[in-house]
């Protein structure tokens, strides 16, 4: 770095979104722009790295719905500029009992409809003679969607930061944020184990320990840290859980909403439960599987889909750090009179999302304003002013509330 301490531009966290941040802002203002990463590049401490994502038009309300094309379009421009593949295709399903939620299903037909995105409603029977793996009856109520498939996260991530370092960027790892101060002149600066820093920008995206980084400035986003987890079955039936047969799924109930994903890399059949786990801390969380969520796992595929289980590989822990309303914060602190640092939380749900928040992050720094319409992720509605607001966890379920809740676990 040769002693360089001024950078017009500084994202804290180059998880997902902190890495997309960084590569898009490169392209505009190269050599002023600093990342900075807690733990080395790659790490699996917080939410940002496996071998594959969900993405999909499909969502449950038009705040996303507006944006989901776009994901698309500037994922295609980060896979165009490094020659390497990072979206896979293979179309999308949604399915619950009709019993039990299909005004879930109902929620995503509506939101869809309204932003010309097209699906099929489908009975049990009619997905089961599309898709074979899944062995349910019309007692189902189901969805599919066409384009929809993952994103390989942990390549994704690191194409963002090579291709960032590639423009210029300065990218510091094991650089922990200590303290954020405003100097007389407007910048802000930095405090890190490597050195003190300043910037006209500063850009939070650091997850887990948002309110690590956001404390010194007095600002505070209620979040709860969930420990989730993701299980990889080495299936015998090998050929019919490939990215080209079998489509990314998520099944809604009362209890969990299960998701499902094709084998990718070096992995399985993948399965997990979304916003299942406990609240947790970055302190008190461990890295081991819990049992029940797994079997929970096991018996939901025995009955929908039951080819794709076999031994298990691994069982992989991640956090979630979600709002109270489960939507993301895109906004910056000047209602704290913060105006040049601006703050991202993905809600748990955002790495489809994350090089277009990235993007969005970009401009938000540079112009002073996106094109997109981030207008319903502010950082002053209810949910985040609200110390009384009940937490809704389930994308378009509500009526999640997180266990071991206690006033120490809303970080």
């Known amino acids: 770095m040769d002693g360089r301490r001024y950078f017009e531009y500084i994202v804290v966290g180059c998880g997902g979104v902190g890495?997309?941040?960084?590569?898009?802002?490169?392209?505009?203002?190269?050599?002023?722009?600093?990342?900075?990463?807690?733990?080395?590049?790659?790490?699996?401490?917080?939410?940002?790295?496996?071998?594959?994502?969900?993405?999909?038009?499909?969502?449950?309300?038009n705040r996303y719905t507006k944006l989901t094309p776009?994901?698309?379009?500037?994922?295609?421009?980060?896979?165009?500029?490094?020659?390497?593949?990072?979206?896979?295709?293979?179309?999308?399903?949604?399915?619950?009992?009709?019993?039990?939620?299909?005004?879930?299903i109902d929620a995503y037909a509506k939101a869809m409809a309204e932003n010309n995105i097209s699906f099929e409603r489908l009975t049990g029977s009619q997905l089961r003679?599309?898709?074979?793996?899944?062995?349910?009856?019309?007692?189902?109520?189901?969805?599919?969607?066409?384009?929809?498939?993952?994103?390989d996260a942990a390549l994704a991530n690191s194409v963002h930061i090579q291709l960032?370092?590639?423009?210029?960027?300065?990218?510091?790892?094991?650089?922990?944020?200590?303290?954020?101060?405003?100097?007389?002149?407007g910048r802000v600066l930095v405090h890190t184990p490597k050195g003190v820093f300043q910037c006209r920008r500063l850009i939070v995206t650091a997850g887990a320990w948002i309110n690590h980084v956001l404390g010194s400035i007095g600002v505070h986003i209620p979040v709860y840290v969930t420990q989730e987890q993701v299980t990889y079955f080495a299936t015998p039936n090998v050929k019919d859980f490939t990215k080209a047969k079998y489509p990314i799924w998520i099944y809604h109930s009362a209890k969990y909403d299960f998701y499902g994903m094709p084998m990718h890399g070096n992995s399985g059949s993948k399965i997990g439960i979304d916003a299942g786990g406990p609240?947790?801390?970055?302190?008190?969380?461990?890295?081991?599987?819990?049992?029940?969520?797994?079997?929970?796992c096991i018996k939901h595929l025995e009955r929908t889909i039951p080819r794709s289980l076999g031994p298990i590989m691994y069982t992989k822990t991640c956090l979630y750090t979600m709002t109270p309303d489960r939507h993301f914060v895109v906004d910056d602190?000047?209602?704290?009179?913060?105006?040049?640092?601006?703050?991202?939380?993905?809600?748990g749900h955002a790495f489809k999302f994350a090089s277009l928040l990235g993007k969005?992050?970009?401009e938000m720094a540079i112009n002073g304003k996106t094109k997109y319409d981030i207008s319903k992720f502010n950082i002053d509605r209810e949910a985040i002013t609200n110390p009384d607001w009940t937490p809704t966890l389930y994308m378009g379920t509500g009526g999640k509330v997180p266990t071991k809740q206690s006033s120490a676990s809303k970080l």
């Open 19 to 61: 890495s997309g941040t960084l590569y898009w802002l490169s392209k505009k203002a190269g050599i002023d722009v600093l990342g900075l990463e807690q733990f080395e590049l790659g790490h699996h401490n917080g939410g940002s790295q496996d071998h594959s994502r969900i993405i999909r038009l499909a969502y449950h309300d």
């Open 70 to 104: 776009d994901t698309y379009k500037v994922w295609e421009a980060v896979e165009k500029e490094a020659g390497v593949q990072l979206v896979y295709n293979t179309g999308g399903v949604q399915f619950t009992r009709k019993d039990e939620m299909s005004h879930v």
């Open 129 to 151: 003679a599309k898709f074979p793996q899944f062995e349910i009856d019309d007692t189902y109520d189901t969805i599919y969607q066409p384009i929809a498939g993952l994103v």
């Open 164 to 185: 960032a370092r590639a423009n210029g960027a300065t990218v510091l790892e094991h650089c922990p944020v200590q303290k954020i101060e405003k100097l007389p002149n």
């Open 279 to 296: 609240v947790v801390s970055v302190d008190t969380r461990n890295y081991e599987p819990d049992k029940t969520r797994e079997q929970a």
């Open 333 to 347: 602190c000047s209602k704290n009179g913060w105006d040049n640092v601006i703050v991202c939380c993905g809600a």
């Open 360 to 362: 969005i992050l970009s």
